[in-house]
């Protein structure tokens, strides 16, 4: 399955964003698929993640703030970020299954900046 993320801009801190994830294939057998973020020298870090039965779960940084979503019907994957705050500045990718696939994509640059 090939991922695509988009969404991603520039926006003020206290402002939203809504990431989406777009699969070639279906998800229906994809049990987890997440949200990555990655800042230039750091390590990729898993922000979100979402089985196929529903739950989630996210990183301490993002909780209360993000709300990952799947619909299998449309093999699409969402983000929805709030009260985003300048350190959620990342490129942010999609991926499926744990561990994730080697495949990255390009991912979508979000920037938090007034």
């Known amino acids: 399955v090939q991922l695509q993320a988009s969404g991603g801009g520039l926006v003020q801190p206290g402002g939203s964003l809504r990431l989406s994830c777009a699969a070639s294939?279906?998800?229906?057998?994809?049990?987890?698929m997440g949200w990555y973020r990655q800042v230039p020298g750091k390590e990729r870090e898993l922000v979100a993640g979402i089985i196929v039965g529903g739950s989630t779960n996210y990183a301490d940084s993002v909780k209360g703030r993000f709300t990952i979503s799947r619909d299998n019907n449309k093999n699409t994957v969402h983000l929805q970020m709030n009260a985003l705050k300048p350190e959620d500045t990342a490129v942010y990718y999609c991926n499926s299954g744990r561990p994730p696939s080697p495949n990255w994509g390009q991912g979508t640059l979000v920037t938090v900046s007034s």
């Open positions: 294939g279906s998800l229906f057998r994809v049990n987890f």
